[in-house]
């Protein structure tokens, strides 16, 4: 089979190599594949059998050829110990990728992808399952990318590639979805209430966000300390319950004109998005989300929104993809005609090429550094920036600049790794260890 030759070898990712001297790491990963290659056989011959059975009843009549599909599923069910809707999921999604995916359906076989990602990614596919001249492009580009990435990296990544192949399929589910949005309370018999919401991304964007800072800030002001950060989120957006005005009521009833979003949101947008030339989505600096082009532009024209606009400038990096170099303030103006001069300002205002002298990270310095990090620095992490801590690699105290080249997102757990000098990173010996039980404190992630 031609697509067998192309794919990689179930190795150690390289940016794992330094696990390899671990002998029980290496005995762990050689199972590991031993198991993916397992379970892509033993789904390889379950879809084998429903052909087979299939091809048996070819001549039969419809009711007679669903009945024997049925029972193909109930089959696999007693095989797999499993319900007969989980199986019937597993063989749908596992014929998914072995008739419109192949080359990943292969890699899942060959063990250097596991089923469970493949799987997200033909789950995600299913908006462009039609577009023939897509799914290879697709499928390529799983092969290449997704065996170093693990299951919430391909999340995120299908969630943003997928609209990027067919942004009018993306746009048209998304106005479906908007139909199904609704809000049920269900009330518990201790006193306590669950709210269940599907309301559209942009509403609510960044009332996460803004419950998470104000949390945040309570802990620092450590004014009420008995409270868990999870209830201080949960106290604030009760009291964003009560105190909505009636004119957000009111914009609100009408999805045409949203309430004007009260806090910050960072999104990622092209040019062509902005001026209405494209219809290609934008994406959240963090890579969470993912809205569609009108959402987008009506948040970018929306009067009532303070905006704070800068420009990015991606270079493709070692691996081939693209990371963002240069950042560039553009101030609070809807840059209806200054798009071209971006450019050439890059070079000059660019604030990932500024160091700063102070020895915390703050500022256009830190937009910057959260804009270019978009998410925690260490391998595999998918923790917002904006909710982890701005690091010095080599700490302030031992010389470490303030500067980009020295500075990247790490989240609370990776940054306490870091400090024990238990993270090694890609390009870099892992670091020695700051001096524990100080190195958090000095660099709070609220800029203020
Ligand atoms: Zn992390």
């Not at 089923?115 to 908006?127: I, L, M, P, S, T």
């Not at 524990?436 to 800029?447: A, D, Q």
Request: include cysteine; proline fraction near 6%; aromatic fraction near 6%.
């Amino acid at each position: 089979m031609e697509a067998e030759t192309m794919i990689p070898a179930p190795i150690l990712p390289e940016h794992y190599a330094h696990l390899a001297g671990e002998p029980e790491l290496v005995e762990a990963w050689d199972q590991e594949v031993r198991l993916r290659q397992a379970e892509a056989a033993k789904l390889g011959m379950l879809l084998a059998y429903r052909s087979r059975k299939l091809q048996t009843h070819r001549d039969q009549h419809a009711f007679a050829r669903a009945a024997v599909e049925k029972a193909v599923v109930r089959d696999a069910a007693i095989i797999l110990s499993a319900t007969e809707s989980s199986a019937r999921r597993l063989l749908t999604s596992a014929e998914f990728l072995q008739k419109k995916l192949p080359r990943t359906w292969v890699a899942c076989g060959a063990g250097s992808m596991d089923f469970g990602r493949a799987r997200r990614v033909a789950q995600a596919a299913e908006d462009i399952a039609h577009r023939d001249d897509l799914l290879p492009i697709l499928d390529e580009e799983v092969i290449q990318k997704a065996p170093a990435m693990n299951l919430a990296e391909v999340d995120q990544w299908v969630k943003q590639r997928i609209p990027e192949l067919d942004a009018e399929a993306y746009n048209s589910r998304c106005e479906r979805a908007r139909a199904k949005r609704y809000v049920a309370f269900t009330h518990h018999d201790d006193g306590m209430t669950k709210i269940d919401a599907l309301v559209p991304t942009v509403s609510v964007a960044s009332l996460e966000r803004e419950l998470w800072s104000s949390a945040r800030k309570q802990t620092d002001e450590s004014a009420e300390g008995d409270r868990t950060f999870t209830q201080r989120m949960a106290d604030e957006f009760t009291s964003r319950l009560q105190r909505g005005t009636t004119e957000q009521r009111e914009a609100e009833r009408d999805l045409q004109q949203p309430a004007p979003v009260n806090a910050k949101i960072s999104i990622l947008v092209t040019a062509d998005t902005l001026a209405g030339r494209s219809n290609a989505p934008a994406l959240s600096e963090d890579k969470s989300y993912v809205l569609p082009a009108s959402d987008v532009r009506r948040i970018a024209r929306d009067p009532r929104a303070t905006h704070e606009w800068f420009a990015s400038g991606t270079t493709s990096g070692p691996d081939g993809e693209e990371q963002i170099t240069s950042v560039v303030p553009l101030g609070t103006g809807y840059p209806s005609n200054g798009w071209d001069e971006v450019s050439a300002w890059e070079r000059s205002v660019n604030a990932l090429s500024k160091t700063s002298q102070a020895r915390f990270v703050t500022g256009q310095l830190r937009e910057a550094i959260l804009i270019r990090d978009r998410t925690c620095r260490a391998d595999g992490c998918t923790r917002p920036a904006w909710a982890a801590d701005v690091d010095h690699k080599t700490p302030h105290e031992q010389g470490g600049k303030t500067a980009p080249e020295n500075i990247w997102a790490l989240c609370r757990a990776h940054h306490i790794m870091k400090s024990h000098g238990l993270l090694p990173f890609p390009g870099h010996d892992p670091p020695e260890g700051d001096l524990p039980g100080r190195v958090l404190e000095h660099e709070s992630n609220e800029s203020g």
